[in-house]
């Protein structure tokens, strides 16, 4: 049974984030409000809201890929991303991790596809991943297809395929980390609360919820928010073939259409999906054709 769906929940997945800041806050109003939440323990759904996989109350089930005929193996990455499953949607990255390895294993397979529909996600398991696809497209190749948008963190997984294309109206980019820091003192104050922070060390419990926010506090916030912006700055570079001047021109938290991003270097190709199997299968069947050849001499 999944629990509750409450703000205190979804606050839960909070920390550094590399998403579209406009999705996340949207996602935060509609869970907060209570318009938009998961049918916990099978009740009844709210009218018009979406719902996650899970309709009867049972965990999400886990991430799966698909085959076609001639061996182009599919993994959809769909959703915002988050390190674990959620039961507000998305794609876990340690699904995706699992899923690309079993490709990588499974016979069946000859490429692979990473089907991208997502305004990127939370930090954690971001890089694990990245790197996970950089490693099997040395086993085989992996490409990249961006459907509608392939954001920030779904962005840094992309960029280690061995080739990017999307479709006309993808929306690219939303290059970047962040976090956010409430300070919520003022509010206290106001509801006459008295907020005492008892701990162990200077930056234990700092900016707990109900105290002021300090200029220490925002300084240690963007440490921490630049470090793992420089794991993610640092695999574009290397996956795309960015010189320092090309990703800072691209590092600016801007969206761009997917001409605009093949132009910046972030896409390789601007074509429907249908071209982007069939150019992946190409090779495959060329391939399977040599081979019963082979056979028949």
């Not at 490429?111 to 997502?118: E, G, P, Q, R, T």
């Amino acid at each position: 049974m999944l629990p509750d769906a409450t703000p205190a929940c979804f606050e839960a997945h909070l920390g550094v984030w590399a998403i579209l800041p406009a999705y996340l806050q949207e996602s935060l109003a509609a869970i907060r409000s209570g318009l938009w939440r998961p049918r916990a323990g099978g009740g009844p759904a709210l009218p018009g809201v979406p719902v996650p996989t899970d309709l009867d109350g049972a965990a999400p089930p886990p991430l799966s890929y698909f085959v076609t005929s001639e061996g182009v193996g599919v993994l959809p990455l769909h959703g915002p991303s988050m390190k674990a499953r959620s039961k507000y949607g998305g794609y876990s990255t340690v699904d995706a991790r699992r899923q690309l390895r079993a490709m990588a294993a499974d016979e069946r397979v000859g490429a692979i596809l990473l089907h991208i529909d997502s305004p990127g996600g939370h930090v954690a398991g971001t890089k694990e991943l990245a790197d996970d696809v950089a490693a099997v497209d040395k086993q085989k190749p992996v490409h990249a297809y961006i459907e509608d948008a392939g954001a920030s963190a779904a962005y840094w997984v992309a960029s280690q395929a061995r080739t990017v294309a999307a479709n006309a109206m993808a929306m690219v980019g939303s290059l970047g980390t962040f976090t956010v820091l409430y300070d919520l003192s003022r509010a206290a104050e106001m509801e006459g609360v008295q907020v005492h922070v008892v701990s162990t060390g200077d930056r234990k419990g700092a900016a707990a919820p109900g105290t002021p926010v300090t200029e220490e506090d925002l300084a240690e916030a963007r440490r921490l928010v630049e470090g793992f912006d420089g794991f993610f700055r640092a695999a574009v570079r290397e996956g795309r073939g960015l010189g320092a001047k090309e990703a800072s021109a691209v590092w600016t938290g801007a969206v761009w259409l997917a001409g605009e991003a093949k132009g910046l270097g972030l896409v390789d190709r601007v074509e429907a999906l249908d071209a982007t199997v069939e150019r992946i299968t190409a090779p495959l069947r060329a391939r399977a054709a040599r081979a019963k050849l082979a056979t028949s001499r």
